[in-house]
T-cell receptor, first 114, second 112 residues
Framework: NAGVMQNPRHLVRRRGQEARLRCSPMKGHSHVYWYRQLPEEGLKFMVYLQKENIIDESGMPKERFSAEFPKEGPSILRIQQVVRGDSAAYFC????????????FGAGTRLSVL | AQSVTQLGSHVSVSEGALVLLRCNYSSSVPPYLFWYVQYPNQGLQLLLKYTSAATLVKGINGFEAEFKKSETSFHLTKPSAHMSDAAEYFCAVSSGNTPLVFGKGTRLSVIA
């Protein structure tokens, strides 16, 4: 039973390029969460999605960031025109349902912006 | 709004000594509380969770935590530290229908 799969594990982009981070939830999980971890910081919530719906995007920057979780395929976190401040580890978590259920985390994607 | 405060960004213990990692939370509704562990360059692994059942929660790898409502605390303990316990530990809170709110983490070092 595969866990939460994130790819790529490491991503290097130059300023102004686009970054696409992918997350495949655990089998049977329909809820996906994205978190960002800056150096020496805890994880900060970005966005919560269910299939084809954004439930809560209160933690997403208003510009350049977007997320989707289509009916088929992985969830995608997209960062347009990356800047050096976007360099961080981005973690995806999934759960079978909302409300107190355990969130299972992927290994993360470490984005470096040159 | 919910928040978590982890006292001590870095804790160092000797192998075999007691591990105590402190976590205080703030929540206007009954909280769900979690401890996660993160090893270098890896994702987060759940150690244990509290969801309004027993106040003393036992987790994996010999860890346990006690929910104390009067103190708004959920401290993590282990009677005897092992070298393999060296990692970053995160306390988190949710209200059951919200994403996790994490503390800043405590880095545990274990000295031989």
């Amino acid at each position: 039973n595969a866990g939460v799969m994130q790819n790529p594990r490491h991503l290097v982009r130059r300023r102004g390029q686009e970054a696409r981070l992918r997350c495949s939830p655990m089998k049977g999980h329909s809820h996906v969460y994205w978190y960002r971890q800056l150096p020496e910081e805890g994880l900060k919530f970005m966005v919560y999605l269910q299939k084809e719906n954004i439930i809560d995007e209160s933690g997403m920057p208003k510009e350049r960031f977007s997320a989707e979780f289509p009916k088929e395929g992985p969830s995608i976190l997209r960062i347009q025109q990356v800047v050096r401040g976007d360099s961080a580890a981005y973690f995806c978590a999934s759960s079978p349902a909302s409300g107190g259920d355990i969130q299972y985390f992927g290994a993360g994607t470490r984005l470096s912006v040159l | 709004a919910q928040s978590v405060t982890q006292l001590g960004s870095h804790v160092s213990v000797s192998e075999g000594a007691l591990v105590l990692l402190r976590c205080n939370y703030s929540s206007s509704v009954p909280p769900y509380l979690f401890w996660y562990v993160q090893y270098p360059n890896q994702g987060l692994q759940l150690l244990l969770k509290y969801t309004s059942a027993a106040t003393l929660v036992k987790g994996i790898n010999g860890f346990e935590a006690e929910f104390k409502k009067s103190e708004t605390s959920f401290h993590l303990t282990k009677p005897s530290a092992h070298m393999s316990d060296a990692a970053e530990y995160f306390c988190a809170v949710s209200s059951g229908n919200t994403p996790l709110v994490f503390g800043k983490g405590t880095r545990l070092s274990v000295i031989a």
